[in-house]
């Protein structure tokens, strides 16, 4: 089936518009070659008039193998009053040497005459110049119309003529942008419907921020009225609220919509590629994200795991799989033998005594809760937890002792040393290492200690690291709850430790990962080199 929808991705441009983005050159490069391999149509790279840093990457990126990606330099229409081989930003674009070059251009009125102060027929002039211009260096243009709703609200034949300027100077796409990101979708459908009205044959395609949380909403609606390319971000990073997120975007189309956007066995890849970008990005994934979130099919309710172990589509608009997640069964205190068996099932423990284990579990869980442990945000210390109740687990390693010294000098810098002695198999082994905090230079030390036994302990980082009070009343002296958040290159774990001393409690979790790991590789026995 041919391509229906284009996808051109802009999380290298209008995505580092986001509060705490950031890319350098070289993550830029990484990120394109991914959402190349993903097939995706059009890779915004960057401004390359607007900093050193994006040129470098357009540098770099004539180097790389982009498959069937076109890479594309953005910038602006050429400023008034020059002519358009003069405008240093439309010579930067051509510097760029892409096959595809984007242009934006003013569509509000408002916009030209207030914030740019460029006559009203000058700014229509700078479009068509523009535009013919880059036609004439053999570009593909595709022309961003800013602003292009709220001006045509306030001035639709304005509005129009700025992008019969485009179409004179010969663009091949016209993207209709919601800049500020405030039209409602009945709106925006109805105008995207003018425009394809009155532009028979015309290639439109639609941009739009998430001010209203209706990005995804607007971008599917644009399409449904014609529009054949929709601009996006991974993740829906972009200034304010967010652009629309291609993640999202691409997921409905193809799977809800029926509209192709990528290879069908390339869906099953959104999942890996959301987490990619957002490890790039430094940002934390959000749990709730539609389709490729950890809790996107996450179900804790004991009522619906015994409905989804009879069949799946109880309580799941899709099969996770689809877009590469996973099904994952929460247990908490307030759930049922169900949540018990299906997650024993899905680690593979047989349980026991016709429901014996399965209620000693809860049992279990439910004492621990109370004290303050919380085992839907820690699957690793779960997993433990029911091994250990049934007497399925050994201990990898046993500590004999530990001490922690932490010192802070007058100008305020501070270091943390720990000293651990741990027993393995009845080996004694004894360790130091610095840190720049307690729990760290208590992983060192343990690291250290065990990777003599457990090499493969290397593989695996601390990512995530939170603590909670539990009780406000008790200030310093109050309980603490530990969620360590691990990874290796495969998996990614949580575990829980809680205690009123928080180096117990870090400890606890910490432990935790590190069983979780092991006894995940457990067929690489102790001495294995
Ligand atoms: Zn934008």
Redesign the pocket.
């Known amino acids: 089936m041919e391509k229906q929808v284009l996808i051109y991705d802009t999380t290298l441009r209008?995505g580092t518009q986001g509060e705490q983005i950031s890319f350098s050159a070289e993550e830029k490069l990484r990120i394109a070659q991914k959402l190349a391999g993903l097939g995706i149509q059009y890779i915004e790279g960057g401004w390359p008039g607007s900093n050193p840093r994006d040129m470098r990457f357009f540098r770099m990126a004539q180097e790389a193998n982009f498959e069937t990606t076109r890479l594309t330099a953005f910038g602006s229409t050429r400023r008034a009053n020059i002519a358009a081989d003069e405008d240093p930003n439309l010579k930067a674009l051509l510097e760029a040497n892409t096959p595809a070059t984007t242009i934006f251009g003013k569509s509000w009125d408002l916009h030209v005459t207030e914030i740019l102060g460029v006559p009203l027929e000058e700014n229509v002039a700078m479009i068509v110049d523009s535009v013919a211009y880059l036609k004439s260096k053999g570009k593909e243009v595709i022309y961003d119309a800013e602003h292009f709703f709220d001006g045509y609200k306030a001035n639709a034949e304005y509005a129009m003529k700025t992008i019969q300027a485009a179409l004179s100077g010969e663009a091949d796409i016209i993207v209709l942008?919601d800049?500020n990101g405030g039209t409602m979708v009945s709106d925006l459908r109805q105008i995207v419907e003018e425009v394809r009205d009155s532009l028979p044959g015309r290639r439109l395609g639609i941009?739009v921020?998430n001010d209203c949380g209706l990005a995804v909403a607007n971008s599917l609606a644009a399409v449904e009225a014609g529009a054949i390319l929709v601009q996006g971000t991974i993740n829906g990073y972009?200034?304010r609220c967010g652009?629309a997120d291609l993640i999202s975007v691409i997921a409905n189309l193809q799977l809800k919509l029926g509209k192709k956007c990528l290879d069908d066995f390339k869906i099953m890849r959104l999942t890996e590629i959301s987490r990619y970008v957002s490890d790039i990005a430094n940002i934390p994934p959000l749990n709730e994200s539609p389709f490729v979130g950890r809790s996107s099919f996450a179900h804790k309710a004991g009522i619906h795991v015994s409905a989804i172990a009879k069949n799946p589509l109880a309580y799941e608009h899709i099969e996770p799989g689809a877009v590469g997640n996973k099904r994952r069964v929460l247990v908490s205190d307030l759930s049922g033998k169900s949540n018990i068996e299906y997650k024993a099932n899905e680690m593979g423990l047989t349980l026991g005594g016709n429901g014996y284990d399965s209620k000693k579990i809860v049992t279990e869980i439910k004492r621990m809760e109370d004290q303050g442990y919380q085992f839907d945000a820690a699957e690793g210390s779960l997993e433990l937890l029911m091994k250990k109740t049934t007497g399925q687990f050994k201990e990898p390693f046993s500590l004999l002792s530990l001490r922690v010294i932490n010192e802070k000098n007058k100008v305020g810098g501070s270091i943390s040393q720990a000293t651990i002695k741990i027993s393995v198999n009845e080996e004694e082994e004894i360790n130091a290492a610095e840190g720049n905090g307690p729990v760290n230079a208590i992983d060192n030390a343990l690291r250290k200690a065990l990777s003599k036994f457990y090499p493969r302990i290397n593989e695996m980082r601390l990512v995530d690291f939170k603590v909670r009070v539990l009780e406000g009343s008790a200030g310093t002296g109050a309980r603490v709850r530990v969620l360590i958040e691990s990874r290796d290159g495969t998996d990614i774990w949580n575990t829980v430790g809680v205690s009123e001393n928080i180096i117990e409690a870090s400890w606890q979790a910490l432990v935790d990962s590190i069983y979780f790991k092991l006894s995940k590789d457990q067929n690489e026995g102790p001495h294995a080199a």
């Open positions: 209008d942008c800049t941009h921020h972009g200034e652009n």
